[in-house]
């Protein structure tokens, strides 16, 4: 099975400034790997993936994230942060020979100050 | 296009009486999946389907749970008899089938019981 670690639940940022939402994932087997954001009372949107190749992958809105495969991390990154990216950030695994089962992290709230 | 149209949007209803949550899934996808957001626990799978079949119920808390999906188009979450602890959001979402890698995620329904 795999599983994925969100290490901080809350992300206070000035707005412009930079931000990066860290996500760490464990498995055995070669996997898939997203980046969904939800905002208030909304559903889950799909920000960007990673399925091979390129390990830097870019997403809407300005954000990118990149695959580092020895550190099984997949951190999600943005520049310079918008008030509008005020929203729950969740990161998920899925395993490539199956896809199915989608695993995901318990969120990171990220908060842009004005 | 519509994305994943779910209803109802919110439900508040008194401990025992069942519930139904109901999920139209993107034309043209295959597999449809159900899953729980809590604050405790995050997003969890609780059944998914594949061209209507069911496939992997084992993240169905217990029998007062159940699924179905009688046609492509559409799919119910049925709770009977519902608990306070039932409360959540729970997400519908749609996979097409070239495309295996990414679900589509509807609004959710946020369901409170008393």
């Known amino acids: 099975a795999q599983s994925v670690t969100q290490l901080d639940s809350q992300v206070p940022v000035f707005e412009e400034a930079p931000v990066e939402l860290r996500c760490n994932y464990s498995s055995s087997v070669s996997v898939y790997l997203f980046w969904y954001v939800q905002y208030p009372n909304q559903g889950l949107q799909l920000l960007l993936k990673?399925?091979?190749?390129?390990?830097l992958v870019k997403g809407i809105n300005g954000f990118e994230a990149e695959f580092n495969k020895s550190q099984t991390s997949f951190h999600l990154r943005k520049p310079s942060v918008h008030i509008s990216d005020t929203a729950e950030y969740f990161c998920?695994?899925?395993?490539?020979?199956?896809?199915?089962?989608?695993?995901f992290g318990t969120g990171t709230s990220l908060t842009v100050i004005p | 296009d519509a994305g994943v149209i779910q209803s109802p949007r919110h439900e508040v209803t008194e401990m025992g009486q069942e519930v139904t949550l109901r999920c139209k899934p993107i034309s043209g996808h295959n597999s449809l999946f159900w899953y729980r957001q809590t604050m405790m626990r995050g997003l969890e799978l609780l059944i998914y389907?594949?061209?209507?079949?069911?496939?992997?119920d084992s993240g169905m808390p217990e029998d007062r749970f159940s699924a179905k999906m009688p046609n492509a188009s559409f799919s119910t979450l049925k709770i009977q008899p519902s608990e306070p602890r039932d409360s959540a959001v729970y997400f519908c979402?749609?996979?097409?089938?070239?495309?295996?890698?990414?679900?589509?995620f509807g609004p959710g329904t946020r369901l409170t019981v008393l």
């Open positions: 998920a695994v899925s395993a490539k020979n199956t896809g199915n089962q989608f695993y």
């Open positions: 389907f594949n061209n209507n079949v069911p496939i992997d």
């Open positions: 979402a749609s996979r097409h089938p070239g495309r295996t890698d990414t679900q589509y």
């Open positions: 990673y399925l091979s190749g390129s390990t």
